[in-house]
């Protein structure tokens, strides 16, 4: 039978097509993790990835494989999660979901006061996007969610956490990094810009575009990304501008201009506290008391 240290070696490698990179991830060096994916090859006996000297590639057994060991990896950490949970709510676990933008917002302030209320309480964080932690509060396997606004179903309960504004990011050398005041929606007409995914970034997209809509201003959208930090990357590179939220600006990358936009709405971000309200974690209701 394969075992959890398997599953989780094949699923890094396969997220990651790259051994080098998957090991890193896991803290651990290439050749166990080769180990691993070989024998859980042999217990299955079929071939999930083709590998060659250059490229890592899943076959079609291990696409279908790939579902499987996320279900079971997922089944997993709940299974962890139960036995860790008490009834006082002193002790315990709670699973926090969180955006990489989120990070930089509302987590601190969460963890902070966590500490300071239930020390006894072990956070447990996953950086996920929204669609991801809407799906895992549903499944049971995130107990709250810093999530951005969504349709999150019935059985979800949603707080506002935090507001912010959107700044520009631009690339040092662009010419709208040395205009005087704040920037209108007008100026990024016809300019490259680097969009947020409209399936794992959604809300950002539609957050975007219907500022855009409403000024009747139309950038070029050069590439669809779904973290905030992959596209101040690219603003980084010179690949085009960008609209983050301001937290993002805490992210220290160099070759960058953050500036203010004239925007109707001065705070047009949201970030939600989200969670199950028929989750019975006793830890959760006394975190939600003292947020």
Do not use: C
């Not at 070696?9 to 080098?20: D, N, P, Q, R």
């Not at 926090?96 to 500490?115: E, K, M, P, Q």
């Amino acid at each position: 039978m394969f075992t959890l240290a398997q599953l989780t070696s094949f699923v890094a490698v396969a997220e990651e097509l790259h051994f080098t990179r998957a090991a890193e991830r896991l803290n651990m060096t290439q050749p166990p993790l080769s180990r691993q994916i070989q024998l859980l090859e042999n217990e299955l006996r079929v071939q999930l990835l083709d590998r060659t000297n250059r490229t890592v590639r899943l076959t079609p057994a291990g696409r279908a494989f790939l579902v499987e060991a996320r279900r079971i990896l997922r089944q997993s950490e709940q299974a962890t999660l139960a036995v860790r949970r008490v009834s006082t709510g002193e002790a315990g676990a709670i699973a926090v979901g969180f955006t990489a933008a989120g990070a930089y917002s509302a987590l601190g302030g969460i963890l902070d006061t966590a500490r300071a209320a239930l020390p006894g309480v072990e956070i447990l964080l996953q950086e996920l996007v929204t669609r991801r932690q809407l799906e895992a509060l549903s499944e049971g396997s995130l107990d709250l969610g810093l999530a951005r606004p969504s349709a999150t179903g019935a059985d979800l309960v949603s707080r506002t956490a935090v507001r912010e504004g959107l700044l520009a990011a631009l690339p040092a050398g662009h010419r709208l990094a040395a205009a005087d005041g704040p920037l209108r929606v007008e100026d990024f007409a016809d300019e490259d810009f680097l969009m947020y995914s409209p399936i794992e970034a959604r809300y950002f997209h539609e957050l975007l575009i219907s500022v855009f809509r409403a000024a009747d201003v139309w950038p070029v959208f050069t590439q669809y990304l779904t973290q905030v930090h992959s596209i101040l990357a690219l603003v980084s590179g010179g690949w085009g501008l960008a609209l983050v939220p301001e937290a993002a600006a805490q992210m220290r990358y160099s070759g960058i201009v953050f500036r203010q936009v004239d925007l109707p709405d001065p705070q047009p971000v949201e970030l939600n506290l989200v969670w199950r309200k028929n989750n019975d974690n006793p830890a959760l209701e006394a975190l939600l008391r003292h947020l």
